[in-house]
């Protein structure tokens, strides 16, 4: 076949294309977005997909016209090389850059939100992210973290309020880690040594999601995963009184038995 490279290359953006824009209708599209903010990361992500999207497009099909027009069974000429243009060597240095400048500049309030405006809200929860497991602390009744009466949870079994502003401070016990919650388009990397926070208001009543990380963490990566359960703050301080009550029991019982191991 005279054109094989030219229609092999075109296939590129074709499959590229279809796979796009079939990905909804197999579910492998973005999952469900619950948190107050997420449409504006969405917005973002949809944006910068379009702009690479056209590009791509448009390279790959300028990639096949010269493919076909200059293959070498038709043409006899023979082939003459070019020492480059300066001019068109500028435009392609200064069209990404002033690209790359707008974007910058175009997300800096998303970023801002995301990241740097921290809600003036006490801390909903500590996470300690380790090999290979999320490990949350919440405040007992008194409020503070680090106290008797925290409540420790590290069977990935979470809960959070819906409707209000989360606050977690992270950290990690080992390695990097990173916190994801896709359904709440939030994802921090936990940096061994480094103290963070991340914040997300859950728009949804109630609601389950997953917990990932999205770090390569070691061979144990995939089990660090969790469920999330988001609900009404009264429904949570009940689970929250649930969890604490069940942990005494099982204080109390561990109690028992150093005392016993003492005795012996
Ligand atoms: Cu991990």
Redesign the pocket.
Known sequence: MRHFWAFLFLLVPILGVLTFLLAPYYNHAFPRDISEQGHVIDQLFMFILSLTGIIFVGTEVCLFYFMWKYNGQSNAEPVKYSHGSHTLEVVWTILPAVTLLFIAIYQMNAWADAKMRRPNVPVTAEVT?R??NWDVRYPGPDGELHTPDDIVRVDGDIHFPSGEEVLLSIKSAD????FFLPNLRIKQDVVPGMQQYMWFKCREPKEVVDIV?A????WG?YK?SGRATFEPRAEFNAWLKEKAAEQNVRQVAQAKEEKKEEKK
């Open positions: 992210g090999q290979f390695v990097l880690h990173s990380c770090e390569l963490c070691g990566h660090m």
